[in-house]
């Protein structure tokens, strides 16, 4: 079975401030982990991924997250937000040994980015 | 570059009536998927399908059926509308032979049975 977990419904950061939005994954092989972006009555929007390599993996509009094997965490960060950046975030994890090719997702983070 | 559509992008019916949702892609993208978002749940899979006449059930298939007679075109039907299919639904496409390739998703569609 594989799983991620999200387990903050809100997280709210001054603009300016760094952000970090929170994510644990649970998979019985290699993870393979993502994270997508949604703004009001759009889909989602990729932003990045780990496959292998780097723990830290830098994806678009200035995010990045950073794999943890030990803490089996997925964190998305961006050193300093903007209010453009309050949006819905969703972590998602794929089995790298399954056949399958579907994502699971998490329940989603809202940001709020305050001026 | 149209990418991923799908309509219509709003529907209202009634409960127990058949609604078809339209998914096109111009990638060509072997891998498509159907999800549906309601809060508190996130995303949920209901069917995908891994090309042309090839689909399988995802988390939550019961009241849905899909069907894929070209690469491009995945449509979601909705054979007997029940209220708590009200929903938003999201369809996506990924390239083949890459487990670790991402999905891209269409803009939904928002579909509420009264």
């Known amino acids: 079975a594989q799983s991620v977990a999200q387990p903050e419904d809100q997280v709210n950061v001054a603009e300016g401030n760094p952000l970090t939005v929170k994510c644990t994954y649970s998979?019985?092989?290699?993870?393979?982990l993502f994270w997508y972006v949604q703004y009001p009555n759009r889909g989602l929007q990729f932003l990045l991924k780990?496959?292998?390599?780097?723990?830290l993996v830098k994806g678009s509009y200035g995010f990045e997250a950073e794999f943890n094997k030990s803490q089996t965490s997925f964190h998305l960060k961006k050193p300093s937000a903007l209010v453009s950046d309050s949006a819905l975030y969703f972590c998602a994890v794929r089995d790298g040994t399954n056949s399958g090719y579907a994502l699971n997702f998490g329940k989603g983070t809202s940001l709020l980015v305050t001026p | 570059d149209a990418g991923i559509t799908q309509s219509p992008r709003y529907k209202i019916t009634e409960t127990g009536r058949q609604v078809t949702l339209m998914c096109h892609q111009t990638?060509?993208?072997?891998?498509m998927f159907w999800y549906r978002q309601d809060l508190g749940h996130g995303l949920r899979l209901i069917y995908y399908s891994a090309a042309a006449d090839i689909t399988d059930k995802g988390e939550v298939p019961d009241g849905y059926v899909v069907s894929r007679s070209k690469t491009e075109n995945f449509p979601l039907t909705l054979e007997s509308a029940t209220r708590s299919q009200t929903s938003v639904y999201f369809c996506?496409?990924?390239?083949?032979?890459?487990?670790?390739?991402?999905?891209?998703f269409g803009p939904g569609t928002r579909l509420t049975v009264t």
């Open positions: 780990y496959i292998t390599g780097d723990n």
């Open positions: 996506a496409s990924s390239a083949p032979g890459l487990a670790g390739a991402e999905q891209y």
């Open positions: 998979v019985s092989g290699n993870p393979y």
């Open positions: 990638w060509s993208h072997s891998y």
